[in-house]
């Protein structure tokens, strides 16, 4: 999510660079592009955080140790008009593993590149594919 004072620098960097320089307009436009770019999206810990902060009862209600989740997300941003997709597929791939933490052999190691480990640790890593 692009912060209110984010934008307000942004817009004062625009106004305030030289026009007779190109290499700095184009430097402001590039800054402006990005920050435009970014609005409408939140960091995927954001999207989740409902979801993750819901694992601790359902392990309690299942007489299991709550997991701890990390997400290592690269400064990636998803739109919010994907939020909703996001937060029911998670909250399948982030529960499944403490409905069924008693199966170790289950496909749950491949599953999504999931990994859970007997401490109870929940980890996913967000990659980025660059298309041309």
């Known amino acids: 999510m692009v912060e209110r004072d984010r934008l307000a620098e942004t817009l004062q960097l625009l106004m305030g660079v030289d ?8 430097l402001a436009l590039r800054h402006e592009g990005t920050t435009l770019h970014m609005l409408g999206t939140k960091p995927p ?3 989740l955080s ?3 902060e819901s694992l601790p009862s359902l392990a309690k ?3 299991k140790a709550a ?3 990390h997400i290592e997300d690269h400064g990636l941003m998803v739109r919010t008009q994907a939020s909703a997709l996001l937060k029911t597929l998670f909250t399948h791939l982030l529960r499944d593993p403490v409905d069924h933490a008693h199966s170790r052999h289950a ?4 599953f999504a590149r999931w990994a859970c480990t007997e401490g109870g ?11 041309t």
């Open 45 to 47: 810990g954001e999207i």
């Open 107 to 110: 496909d749950l190691a491949d």
């Open 19 to 26: 026009q007779s320089d190109t290499d700095a307009m184009r």
């Open 67 to 69: 997991p701890q989740v």
């Open 61 to 63: 209600e299942l007489g």
């Open 121 to 131: 640790l929940i980890g996913r890593k967000a990659f980025r594919d660059r298309l």
């Open 50 to 52: 409902g979801t993750i």
